[in-house]
C-alpha cells in the first residue's frame, strides 16, 4: 500500500518530467527550517510533518527524490519510504546540501515562491537568501525560478486516498454541526456557543483548523460583525438569525462549511418573508454557480454566474471570492473561483484540476435579522462536479 | 487596561526610538496575507489573530501604527485599540499601501527577513518581490533592511501579561501530565497513549501546540524512535522507561515539558542502579546550566556549561541545544542556548534578555532501558532566573 506522501512524490516527479517546454524545472527544491515557526505549505504534501533543523527535500525529472534532514529527523522521513535517498547531519546542512546539488548540477533550479499563490509561495525570504549564498556557484543566476505550477497542480489534484480522508473529515464535521444546532441557543453569548463547540469537535476525533479564536464564526443577529468575526458577548435572542462557519481538520485534512439557523420568536412557526426570500436567492445563486462548475471553464466564470445570479435576485454581490480549494489546508491550492480583482493576482486565471475540491460560499445581509451564510463542499469531476457535503437545503428552525 | 498588543506595539516603537545608530530602521513592515498557509511569527505580536487578504502592519520611529488591511479583517484590527490607524480596501492592497508608504517616505525600511532567526523571517520570497514591484521607487535601494533585532527583542522580553498566561498553561500541562501518569500505560502501544492525551488536553482546556502527529512524542523503552519520533505501536513494558515530550497552548501562549517514569519489573520497588544514576547526571548538568543563565552571560556558554556537566558524568554530549525560548509559539524569540554549531548561526551569540522564558533540555539514553530526556521552563531575571515549572526532581515509579 502506497502512502500519500509516495503518492504525492510520484505524482511530481510525473509532473516534472511532463513539462517538456525550453524553462522546464530540472530539480525541485523545498528548502525549510522550524516548521513551527513558518511553515511551508508544501512540506505537507512531501512530507507530512513539521522539521526543526534546516531541511532539504529535491525531487528530480530523472525521478530522485532527495531528503536532507537534521539526525532526529532522520527516522521519522525514513518511515516513509517515499524518498530515494536520506542524508542527515548534525551541525549544519551546508555540506551535505552542496555535495548533492553539485551532484545534481540543476539548471534549472524550482523554488517555493510566487507573486499570487501563497501556498506555493512557502520559501522565506531568509531562507531565499541562504540559498544563493551556499548555491550561487552552483546554479546558474538564470536558474532560480519559481515552481509554483508544480505545487499548484500537486495541492489542486487530489489523489483517491485524499478525497476519501476529505470525505471523512466533512462528515465529522457534519455531525459535530448537527449537535451544535441541538444546543439550548436562546440566551447563549457568541463566546458561550464558541467555548462549547470545543468539547463537541473533541468527542469527534477532529480538530480545529488553523486558529481557534474566530473558529467557528458564530453570528447571533444583526449587531454581529460579519466576515472573520471573532465571538462577542452577543446573546442569541428569537428574532435572529444565527450563523456558523467553522473549518476543521482530521488526519491532515480539512473541511470548511457555514451552516444557517433561524431563532423562532413566540408564536412563530417558520422564518419571516424576508429572510425566507434571502435564503432562497442565495441557493439560487450557489446553484448557478454550481452548474457551471468543471474542468473546461476559467475559474473568474464560475464566480461571475453566481454573483450574477444573486444580483439578479435583488441582493448585492458579495465582497469574496465564490469557491476555494481544500485539502492539507483549509484555503488550499493555487486558484480560487473568484473575480478578477488585484487582490486575487493571477489565481483567477488559472484552469480548473479534475480531482479538484472547492468550497462554494456565499451570503447576504437580512437587515434587522442578521447574516445568512451558505457554503458547501464539491469534487469536480471530468464531467463537471459532485457534492462533498451533505448540502443545507433548508434554513434550520430553532 | 491595556491588551497585549498594545503593550506590544507600544515595546515596539519604543525599540525604534532607541535605535540611534546610522543604521537604525525608520519604518518596520510586516506585509502578510493567507497566514493560515504561511504564518508570519510576527503577526502574533503585533495582531493576535490572522488574516485572509493581503495585510501590511507599519510601524514607525515617529509612533505611528498603522494597519492596511481587507474589509473584512478590519472590525477586528480596530477592536484591538492598538493602531493609530486602520486602513481597509477592497479590490487590492497597492494604492493604500503605496500611498501610506509615500507619505512615511521612510529612508530604512525594516522588514521580516532572517539568515538566522526563524521567527524575524516570516516574510516569503514572494511578497518580498511583490513589495519590490510596489515600492522600489518609494524606498532606496539600500534601504531595504531586516527588522530582525527588533523582532527578535520584541519576542524575548515578555511583558508581565505575557508571563502570567505562561505561567498559565504551564501549570495546566503538570496536570495533564498528572493525569497522563496515571494511565493504566502497562501493554499500551506508543499510539494509544499519544491518542489518549488528546481528551485530557481538552478536559483542561488546552490545545495542542502546532501539529498533532508527534505531540506528545512517546517514548516506551529502548527501542523507541527517540528525537522528534512519531508514537509507534510499541507496548509499554514492565523494565522500560517511559518518556514524554509535550508542547501545549492555551490563550496564544505555550508551554514545553518533558516528563519520565520508569515501569517497574514484578518485585522492583525502585528503577534500576543504571537507570537512576542516568537520571542523577541530567540533573546535575541541567542545575549547573540552570545556575550559569543569567542576562550577562553568553547564551552559548550555558549550553557548554550543561554539556560539560553531563559529559563529566560520563554521558554523551546531548545532539541538540539545551534551551529554546518558549512563548507565543514553543521554539520562540531569535537566540538559543545552543552550541556554536552552524545550523544554529548567530542564535549562541546573542545577548540573553531580562523577562526571557527559555526551556533548559538535556537526555540521556540508558542501554536497554530507553531514553530520559528532562524539560523544565524558567524566566529570566535581573540576578539570574527562576523555574516557570514544577521541576521533576523525582524519577515517577510506575
Known sequence: MTNIVQQKIEQAIALLKADTSANAIDCWLTFARETSQVHDPAIDLILGFGVTWDSAFLITRTGEAIAIVGRFDGDNVRKLNAYTQVLTYDQGIGDVLRETMVRLAPQRLGLNFSLSTSSADGLTHGMFLRLQRMLGDVVPADGWLSAEEIVRRLREHKASSELDLIKEVTRRTE????????????????????????????????????????????????????????????????????????????????????????????????????????????????????????????????????????MECGYPEYMHAFGHHVGKRVHDGGSVLGPRWDRYGDMPYKPIEIGSVFTLELGVIVEGYGYIGIEEMVVVTAAGNAYLSTPQKDLILL
Chains 1, 2 share one sequence.
Open 175 to 310: 455531525q459535530v454541526y448537527a449537535e451544535m444546532f441541538k444546543l439550548p441557543v436562546r440566551g447563549m453569548s457568541e463566546k458561550e456557543i464558541h467555548h462549547v463547540v470545543g468539547e463537541i469537535v473533541a468527542k469527534y476525533d477532529c480538530e480545529f483548523a488553523g486558529e481557534r479564536i474566530n473558529n467557528p464564526i458564530v453570528n447571533a443577529g444583526p449587531d454581529s460583525s460579519i466576515g472573520h468575526g471573532i465571538p462577542s458577548d452577543l446573546q442569541v435572542q428569537p428574532g435572529q438569525i444565527l450563523h456558523y462557519d467553522m473549518w476543521l481538520q482530521r488526519d491532515g485534512y480539512c473541511s470548511d462549511l457555514q451552516r444557517v439557523g433561524y431563532v423562532l420568536r413566540e408564536g412563530e412557526t417558520d422564518a419571516p418573508d424576508l429572510v425566507k426570500r434571502a435564503w432562497n436567492a442565495c441557493w439560487i445563486a450557489l446553484e448557478a454557480g454550481k452548474a457551471t462548475l468543471r474542468p473546461s471553464v476559467a475559474a473568474w466564470d464560475v464566480d461571475q454566474v453566481a454573483r450574477e445570479a444573486l
